[in-house]
């Protein structure tokens, strides 16, 4: 019986390495994956944002791309942020750090409107 | 012995100076070339290749001639156009050809397509070649970056505001509008308060028989709100000029002509220089329309524009670049 008892202390500390190991791995795959989503693409096409609307991680870094022939800008409607004017292909990026609802417009083709969610 | 002219509008049922069947007419000949003309409140169309019918071509017969050009989006090189300094070239070769020389010329905006100073340079460069003075407006694209900082520089010596102006010309009085800043997410174009107060102030002292041109980029009636083609605050502005008996309005912005007659009020949109645009709503956005390369001047164009003393309104004729 005490021999037992003996393998079973001497055995926890490996155990607790074990998930120690197991959930420090789990925790980078998850940082890893927080990583990827942290990184949001926002498409400019054909006079319009793609998705409209986007929900978002506190952290999140938005890029919106501009894939029409004609320029267009992003502007946040309470000046949070606001892009210099993007030709075909150029991009925007902002990272979002605050939680809240961030509406934004083309202030070239106002009708042109998206808005970030940030949880 | 009068020669029966074919496509006159001689129904005016409301006594609006306006037939509605030859007004469609009318709107569907711009483009192609069309000449309108207000005469003792009817409106008069013709098409372009008719004019000889006329005996005598109204248009010429003007105290003022002047011509409008829009849209020239230097810098532009895609597709639906690769060479807007050509077609540019082609519109000046245009205006130096016409019979009635013009005394100047209005640029309702985007000049440039990115506000880059090499894009200024070239559209005045190649305007130079009218020898002729050019009065401008900003489109969005002349303002881009810096709010319009570079474009009074170069244009708006003098100018008020954002770069509103008025000035005479042989009785006409003309009135440059800026509608391209500050615009609100899911608004139109703008002229905003400033602007407005000067213009009630502008046009208090005028006798109401002076004939009033407004010109300014995005149009000051509502076109098609879908894609943004109207001003907000426009209606505010056309109060100011109720009381005048001829006022024509002059915009550029939608890359296609289109005329409307509301009251004493004829409003045109000019063709651009660079790129056609989608009929309003026949299209699921504004994006420029590639045409095959042997159409492409036929719907780019300019517009002459005379004034007959004692007429209503202003003979408005838009020629293609073809």
Redesign the interface.
């Given at each position: 019986m005490r021999r037992r008892v003996w393998i079973l202390v001497l055995a926890a500390p490996v155990v607790a390495a074990a998930v120690l190991l197991i959930s420090s791995a789990r925790g980078l795959t998850a940082s890893a994956e927080q990583a990827q989503a942290s990184n949001v693409e926002v498409k400019i096409d054909?006079?319009?944002f793609g998705p409209a609307t986007l929900t978002v991680a506190a952290g999140t870094t938005v890029t919106w791309t501009n894939r029409?022939?004609?320029?267009h800008?992003v502007v946040s409607?309470d000046k949070v942020f606001k892009s210099?004017?993007l030709?075909?292909d150029e991009k925007f990026s902002f990272t979002f750090t605050k939680p809240g609802t961030y509406?934004?417009?083309c202030?070239?083709?106002?009708?042109m409107?998206g808005k970030v969610v940030v949880q | 012995m009068t020669k029966k002219v074919k496509d006159q509008i001689l129904h005016d049922h409301n006594q609006d100076g306006i037939d509605r069947r030859g007004f469609l007419k009318c709107m569907a000949w711009a483009g192609t070339g069309a000449l309108c003309v207000m005469q003792g409140g009817v409106l008069k169309s013709y098409s372009l290749s008719r004019l000889s019918d006329l005996g005598a071509n109204a248009a010429a017969a003007g105290e003022l001639s002047f011509v409008q050009i829009s849209d020239s989006h230097m810098g532009f090189n895609k597709p639906a156009n690769p060479d807007v300094a050509g077609t540019l070239k082609a519109a000046v070769d245009k205006i130096n050809g016409l019979s009635n020389a013009p005394e100047f010329l209005l640029h309702t905006g985007d000049i440039s397509h990115l506000s880059k100073p090499e894009e200024f340079d070239t559209v005045d460069q190649i305007l130079k070649a009218t020898g002729k003075d050019v009065f401008f407006v900003p489109g969005e694209h002349d303002v881009l970056n810096d709010d319009g900082v570079q474009f009074r520089e170069r244009y708006g010596k003098g100018a008020k505001g954002a770069g509103w102006y008025s000035f005479e010309k042989k009785g006409v009085h003309f009135i440059g509008l800026v509608n391209v800043m500050n615009l609100k997410a899911g608004g139109l174009g703008a002229l905003g308060h400033e602007q407005l107060e000067w213009l009630e102030d502008d046009v208090k002292r005028l006798k109401h028989s002076t004939p009033i041109v407004v010109f300014a980029h995005i149009p000051l009636w509502t076109v098609y709100p879908e894609w943004g083609w109207g001003t907000d605050d426009s209606a505010q502005a056309l109060a100011y000029l109720k009381k005048f008996g001829s006022v024509t309005v002059l915009n550029g912005h939608i890359h296609q002509t289109m005329q409307k007659v509301e009251g004493n009020v004829t409003f045109h949109t000019a063709a651009s220089t660079a790129f056609p645009q989608p009929q309003p709503g026949k299209a699921d956005s504004p994006r420029p329309m590639k045409v095959p390369a042997e159409q492409l001047r036929s719907v780019l164009g300019i517009t002459d524009v005379n004034y007959v003393r004692g007429q209503q309104a202003l003979a408005v004729v838009d020629s293609s670049l073809a």
């Open positions: 054909n006079f319009s029409d022939d004609i320029p800008t409607d210099k004017v030709d075909t509406g934004y417009f202030s070239i083709h106002p009708k409107t | -």
